[in-house]
């Protein structure tokens, strides 16, 4: 009876309120995911684009990289595998270990309805091996000219260089009037790629297909790279189908969606290493105190019970996917007593103490340094820990003693990798300035053919052994797929140049 | 006139302070903007053309001028993560985040209004202790609790709302909820208090002689009067709503000012931060003076007070 009465007194407003909410329930369909049978992949990132500046050369980024391999072309392509092959160049040759040719294809256009020519190839190549122009992709290349002869392209580098054929599936090739008029990238991104550059508004890059691309046009039709900031916030739209991929999820997430059949991971990912990163201008500067720290840490229980066996442990300087990995002999197996010995013998007796800066800039980065500080005191080592924001820590990581990083390789290639270890990037990094470490990483970059393998070896394993680092394991970069999504492969690249082989479920 | 000119001038010199504020405050915060644009192994040649695009190889001085030059002309400066003008990236962003809080406001004014006057009026009421309750509940549970509960069961169980996004008025219900469950407890106990201390009062018993009908003494009578107090705490609230949007909007992935916030300073892009300091001041600083001449308008005598 009172409910009846108060039912009746209730103002209207608060009763319509409810009503609308309930109809809208009702009356709304499961949320239609962006991506369904309209043909559009909405996929979501864990960062923003780097620059609303669309020259794939000017920097470095996960979502940049994104966009440059669907809408630019490269002259080579790399598979899942990392095998490199023809793409804008129909055909290649490896002429010398400082001359290589390309054939590049005459049916190509920019998004615009130029051809693409001999001209853009030279101009799009010259800039990024002109070492001294500061653009962030020149650490993709090395020093050299560029010629065309009719379709013919003849690169020439200074010195041999191992990578190039890895680089050139990497480096965009844009047009002459682009690059002669920079400006031109503030409006729009104008390759000659399967998806056109359409928009980026709010948090969303939009492509569409490009229907007069030279090679097999995709099946879909629209692509969104939606940025998305929260973790959390990024899984539930995947869940709901708000999102068709979600790039770069952290293990944690990866396990909740293994027993979920609407959902497949993919791990195929650009090689890629979690490191403590080891400042050589201080006690770590000893060599004893470096392997002794690798021997204090328990890795292999690190990436099991942190890392959800997501990750794989390897025993060298350079990512276990990569061709050229092998395990050194040493492998600096959790061996508490080892370590205090090392130590002893660097003249330390329980009064060792490092500083560590920790953050939130790798997953589980704050679990990670805990466990690796209770190692380390485990042997004597007291350790300082700061716990910084993440844009502090990006920047002044550094002036600690031991700070968790990501290395990647951005061409599928170690020497990219191995580059961190010198000159100006190895003092940034790691004031660490070995010559003997810079004489075999510049043996293994300049390196050709069948013997690099064997030479990017020995640099690794030079690295590994005087524990330049301490490499916690590899870092999988999972991306997680909804089932409705066919086809889905990634190369070992940043970005996604093997998504035009995608289509979606009817 | 002379009160509205006065305060106008209040404000416009609190938002320039703040402005100042924030200029060397960002500067002395630790990370390089530079430095954030690229990976860990970025050239130095990169970083330092970075820094010569950015401006910030400048004196602090240099910098502080060529800003403080600008907004009096009213350029905000160009963004160093988007490269866009500030305003161009404000303006959208800031018009979601009205929306948003606007919703969330009016629906938990309506709903303070409701349940605080039933509430007063029958203490011991069903829907006084359920007020009771969502006050308790609302004021104990964070924001982003609420967020995530809403989206696990509306949105992944029961599919009826996105999670997050802003693709049509479905994505607006969920974040509204969580934004007026975060203000409507401290509104309902307000007004609420209120109420009962004018139903307490000699009129209310003269009109109760008079006969007049319960609904309208309270609604017409003892509501204008008690209002009062709540437009206090509605003026509070908007800072509430200003800080808790930012919670919100990063939980539901919102495009609003807030995660645009967190973007620039996670980039330490001092422009647009800068940028969605002075605004969110403005704004802040205008409501609040909407909120001051709506007391004239509500009461009479307040007006009158000023007048005198």
Redesign the interface.
Known sequence: M??KA?LK???V??VA?SAA?AL??CT?A??EA?GGVSGQLVIANAE?V????WDPAA??GLVDDQVASLVYDTLLSMDSSGKVSGNLASDFTRVSDTELTLTIRDDAKFHDGTAVTADDVVASLSRIMDQER???K??LMTPGTVTADGKVITVVTDEPFGPLENSLANVSILAKADIDSPDNF?ETANGSGPYKFVSYK??DITLEVNEDYWGDVPAIETVIL?Y???A???N??L??G?VDIATRVGPNYVAAVADNSDFSVETVSPPSQLVLLEQHNGPLADVKVRQALAFAVDREAIATNLMQGVNAVGFNAIPTSLESYSGADEKFAYNPDKARSLLAEAGFNDDLVLTLATSTLVPSQLEIDQAIVQYLEEVGITVEVTQ?????F???YNTYDLSI????SFNNDPGFIL??FVG??GE??FHFADPAAEELIATSNSTVGDARNSAINDAATYLWDMQASLWLSDETWSTIVNKRVLDYERAPLVGEPLLVNAHLAE | MRYLLSRLAQAILIVMSIAVVVFFALRLTAGDPARLRGQVFTQNSVIEAYREQFGTDQPLLTQFFRFFGGLLQGDLGSSFRYETPVVDLLLPALGNTLLLGAIALIMSFFLATTLGTLSARKPTGLVARFSSLIAVVGQSAPLFWVSLLLISFFSIHLRWFPPGGLTGWQSLVLPSIALTFSVLPSQMRVLTTSVKNELSEDYVRTARAFGLPERKIAFVYVYRNALMPLMTVIGNDMGILLGGVIVAEVVFNYPGIGSLALTGMNARDYPLIQGIAIVAAAAFVTINLIVDLLYTVVNPRVRLAKVA
Do not use: C, H, W
């Open positions: 009172k409910i108060l007194k209730a103002p407003v608060v309120m909410i809208a329930a709304s499961a949320p962006e923003p780097t620059a609303a500046y920097s470095f500061s653009l962030a020149s650490a503030k709010g948090d939606r998305i900031a929260d959390d916030a990024r539930n739209a869940i709901a708000q910084l924001e993440v844009g502090e990006r920047t002044t990083n990501t290395l990647a580059a961190t100006p990037t940034a990094v």
